[in-house]
C-alpha cells in the first residue's frame, strides 16, 4: 500500500504493530521489509523520467510484480571482505565484488560476488545497490587515507 494520506501512515504503522505484537517482536525484520523500500521507490519514480540512465518504468513494472505475485525481496550492498586489514576497491583486474562487466540489449552483466543481507534464503529476489563511486568520493575526503591504499 503506497500511502498517500496522514491515514494511509497511520493504517501502515497499526499494521507493522500487530505483526510485532503477535510476534512478540521475535521477527526483527519482516519478510516483507524490503517491499517497503520497492513501494517508495515506485511512488517516486516519476521524478527519474528523463533522466540519463534511470528507469522509472522497471521501477514501476518491478513494484506491480511485486505486488501481483506476492514477493519478497532481500538486498545485498556489501562487498566481500578480501584482505581484514584494508578495504578491497574494485581495483582488481578479475572482479571479486559485484561489478558490471557487459551491457547489451537484454541488460547487464554482472560478475562477481556480495553478500546478502537478512533473509536471503528465504526470499523470491534480491536487489543489488553498486555502491563504489559513492564510497570512493567519500573516503577521499576521508580523515583515514591510508583506508584507500590497497596492498597486495
Known amino acids: 500500500m503506497q500511502p498517500k494520506t496522514k491515514e494511509d501512515l497511520k493504517?501502515?504503522?497499526?499494521?507493522?504493530?500487530?505483526?510485532a505484537k503477535s510476534t512478540h517482536g521475535l521477527?526483527?525484520?519482516?519478510?516483507?521489509?524490503?517491499?517497503?523500500?520497492?513501494?517508495?521507490?515506485?511512488?517516486?519514480?516519476?521524478?527519474?523520467?528523463g533522466m540519463e540512465n534511470c528507469f522509472p518504468e522497471t521501477i514501476q513494472s518491478l513494484y506491480e510484480r511485486a505486488m501481483?505475485?506476492?514477493?519478497?525481496?532481500?538486498?545485498?550492498?556489501?562487498?566481500?571482505?578480501v584482505n581484514r586489514s584494508q578495504f578491497y576497491l574494485g581495483m582488481?583486474?578479475?572482479?571479486?565484488?559485484?561489478?558490471?562487466?557487459?551491457?547489451?540489449d537484454k541488460g547487464l552483466i554482472i560478475k562477481g560476488a556480495r553478500l546478502l543481507a537478512t533473509?536471503?534464503?528465504?526470499?523470491?529476489?534480491?536487489?543489488?545497490?553498486?555502491l563504489?563511486?559513492?564510497?570512493?568520493?567519500?573516503?577521499?575526503?576521508?580523515?583515514?587515507?591510508?583506508?584507500l591504499t590497497q596492498k597486495d
Open 11 to 19: 493504517k501502515r504503522r497499526k499494521m507493522m504493530e500487530h505483526w
Open 27 to 49: 521477527m526483527g525484520r519482516s519478510p516483507d521489509y524490503m517491499n517497503t523500500a520497492v513501494m517508495s521507490f515506485a511512488s517516486s519514480s516519476a521524478i527519474l523520467c
Open 68 to 81: 501481483e505475485q506476492d514477493l519478497s525481496f532481500t538486498h545485498t550492498f556489501i562487498t566481500p571482505q
Open 92 to 104: 582488481s583486474e578479475k572482479p571479486i565484488s559485484a561489478k558490471v562487466i557487459e551491457r547489451n
Open 119 to 130: 533473509q536471503g534464503g528465504l526470499t523470491d529476489e534480491v536487489l543489488l545497490f553498486l
Open 132 to 147: 563504489p563511486d559513492y564510497f570512493l568520493i567519500v573516503m577521499k575526503h576521508s580523515p583515514f587515507p591510508s583506508l
